[in-house]
T-cell receptor
Framework: GAVVSQHPSRVICKSGTSVKIECRSL??????MFWYRQFPKQSLMLMAT?????????EQGVEKDKFLINHASLTLSTLTVTSAHPEDSSFYIC?????????????FGEGSRLTVL | AQSVTQLDSHVSVSEGTPVLLRCNYS??????LFWYVQHPNKGLQLLLK??????LVKGINGFEAEFKKSETSFHLTKPSAHMSDAAEYFC???????????FGGGTRLMVKP
């Protein structure tokens, strides 16, 4: 099956610094990638949808200036948490879809746990 | 608009007994429905999906789900639970125009020896 790789799997940073998380589709071209945030013992919250070569579409309540998403190629999307604060600590998961159709299977990364001190 | 409700936040079963994880949905469009499993600190793995073909869908690891349009349900079942099935399970619906995905709140399955 298709593989989506996320890096880093764990990151600890100081408050005020920026952190970049990468999401790569290793063996397919992902026309669409999604970024989710998961709080402890809660479901996934969709943060934004990114299509290659265009600006990401953010969900209501998600600060686009704080969570910068770039989808520069068909195999790579990045999420940058700018000026991180302890409340940004969370588990971030990306997913990728091979096709535009809604019925296309999503492939998820392993997730990245961000801890902001 | 669409929504997904997983009726139980926690389900506990004994090893070897049947598993039932309930999911109800609402959608303005013909939905596609998915069940994903998430093990601790891991990403999500697709168990099975319904995309308007057969209403009884078989997935990996012995799981299956039946799409019941009249009941707007897509419950996940397994005849015999295994310890390795202990995880968080998410029911997901997609069907609106665009790439809209809606996740249920998740059901944590615990399997007792």
């Amino acid at each position: 099956g298709a593989v989506v790789s996320q890096h880093p799997s764990r990151v600890i940073c100081k408050s005020g610094t920026s952190v970049k998380i990468e999401c790569r589709s290793l063996d397919f071209q992902a026309t669409t990638m999604f970024w989710y945030r998961q709080f402890p013992k809660q479901s996934l919250m969709l943060m934004a949808t990114s299509n290659e070569g265009s600006k990401a579409t953010y969900e209501q309540g998600v600060e686009k200036d704080k969570f910068l998403i770039n989808h520069a190629s068909l195999t790579l999307s990045t999420l940058t948490v700018t000026s991180a604060h302890p409340e940004d600590s969370s588990f971030y998961i990306c997913s990728a879809r091979r096709t535009v159709a809604n019925t296309g299977e999503l492939f998820f990364g392993e997730g990245s746990r961000l801890t902001v001190l | 608009a669409q929504s997904v409700t997983q009726l139980d936040s926690h389900v506990s079963v004994s090893e070897g007994t049947p598993v039932l994880l309930r999911c109800n949905y609402s959608s303005s469009y013909s939905p596609s429905l998915f069940w994903y499993v998430q093990h601790p600190n891991k990403g999500l793995q697709l168990l099975l999906k319904y995309t308007s073909a057969a209403t009884l869908v078989k997935g990996i690891n012995g799981f299956e789900a039946e799409f019941k349009k009249s009941e707007t349900s897509f419950h996940l079942t397994k005849p015999s639970a295994h310890m390795s099935d202990a995880a968080e399970y998410f029911c997901v619906v997609t069907g609106d125009a665009g790439n809209m995905l809606t996740f249920g709140g998740g059901t944590r399955l615990m399997v007792k020896p």
